[in-house]
């Protein structure tokens, strides 16, 4: 069993930035893929960012360039930092998990099978 923690989520004002971290317990994190997801009220779970336990990371279209995934396997944290927000980004932010190879990453829910409980992000305009 994985357990996952996220935190880092608030109230911010367009353009404004949050770093938002995803600890892992439970089993070590280098054997973890991770994924982020978000879903905004009335809206399906959606892929955000992803990263395998080689590194190799990976985005959803809407968000390069202001979102950077990167992994701290010491510490089992996964952090997601976020440019540039807009009242678009709005959500409740989850981190995911699965047992995977090097150097893959999955961009679907079913692709993970551990779940936190997620943060709420709000970004006014």
């Known amino acids: 069993q994985v357990q996952l923690v996220e935190s880092g989520g608030g109230l911010v004002q367009t353009g404004d930035s949050l770093r938002l971290s995803c600890v892992a317990s439970?089993?070590?994190?280098?054997?973890?893929?991770i994924g982020w997801f978000r879903q905004a009220p009335g809206r399906e779970r959606e892929f955000v960012a992803g990263?395998?336990?080689?590194?190799?990371?990976d985005y959803a279209d809407s968000v390069k360039g202001r979102l950077k995934i990167s992994r701290e396997n010491a510490k089992n944290t996964v952090y997601l930092l976020m440019n540039n927000l807009k009242p678009e980004d709005s959500a409740a932010y989850f981190c995911?998990?699965?047992?995977?190879?090097?150097?893959?990453?999955?961009?679907?829910?079913?692709?993970?099978?551990?779940w936190g409980q997620g943060t709420q992000v709000t970004v006014s305009s």
């Open positions: 995911a998990a699965t047992v995977a190879r090097a150097n893959w990453i999955g961009e679907s829910r079913v692709d993970y099978n551990y």
């Open positions: 439970g089993r070590p994190l280098s054997s973890l893929a």
């Open positions: 990263i395998a336990w080689s590194g190799v990371f």
